[in-house]
């Protein structure tokens, strides 16, 4: 599986979209993007996923660059709770879903 | 609905003891997987399921053994508890190959 590059630390001030950045150009044509957050030491939750177009669901948007070496996610308007460790995982899925966490982006929201 | 269901939530262990850490799920998933965080670090696989019957190791699986006999469970069982094993456990499991996975609230465990 691919490996992938998030900055460990970003700030966003409440109301405001948040961009939360990642580098993965080792990903191979057939595998995922996939997103999940982690708020204080609660289990990971799946925000969103995509392959190749970008996508949006009711908790945020994917923006896949085209030469799928890296992808945004993007918080439309972050609130307090978003406030949250955010994981990018590049995987094949496939027969065993299996994901590798990285360290991931602690987002914080600032009043 | 239920989800990923995890027991005890916090557990103390003194070295060289054994203890299984249970999880179930009421969603009628194919896919389980079990995960340790250490503090301040992601998640690393223990090892995960594809069905009923078949399990498989992940990146750390020196310590701990898994069974499958049910779709609902999938129990982790720690023998000989050693320190580096304190950690917080969390089991998840998911319907497709590809889709989401839920998780549980976790298992705290603590070797001293």
């Known amino acids: 599986d691919a490996k992938t590059t998030q900055p460990t630390s970003m700030d966003c001030a409440e109301g405001r979209a948040a961009n939360l950045p990642c580098n993965h150009s080792?990903?191979?044509?057939?595998?995922?993007v996939y997103w999940y957050r982690q708020i204080h030491s609660q289990g990971p939750q799946y925000i969103i996923h995509?392959?190749?177009n970008n996508e949006t669901n009711e908790m945020a948007s994917l923006i896949i660059t085209e030469d799928r070496k890296s992808s945004t996610l993007i918080l439309p308007h972050a609130t307090l709770r978003d406030t949250a460790v955010y994981y990018c995982?590049?995987?094949?899925?496939?027969?065993?879903?299996?994901?590798?966490f990285g360290t991931g982006t602690l987002l914080a929201v600032q009043p | 609905n239920a989800g990923v269901t995890q027991t005890p939530k916090f557990r103390i262990l003194k070295i060289g003891q054994s203890m299984t850490l249970q999880c179930t799920q009421d969603?009628?998933?194919?896919?389980m997987y079990w995960y340790r965080q250490d503090p301040g670090m992601g998640l690393k696989l223990i090892y995960y399921?594809?069905?009923?019957?078949?399990?498989d190791k992940g990146e750390v699986p020196n310590g701990y053994n898994v069974s499958r006999s049910t779709t609902e469970d999938f129990p982790l069982r720690l023998e000989l508890a050693a320190p580096s094993q304190t950690s917080v456990y969390f089991c998840?499991?998911?319907?497709?190959?590809?889709?989401?996975?839920?998780f549980g609230e976790g298992s705290r465990l603590t070797v001293l």
């Open positions: 995509g392959l190749k």
């Open positions: 080792t990903i191979s044509g057939n595998e995922y």
């Open positions: 399921s594809v069905g009923a019957g078949i399990t």
């Open positions: 998840a499991s998911s319907q497709t190959s590809t889709g989401e996975l839920f």
């Open positions: 969603m009628n998933h194919n896919y």
């Open positions: 995982i590049v995987s094949l899925g496939g027969a065993t879903n299996k994901l590798i």
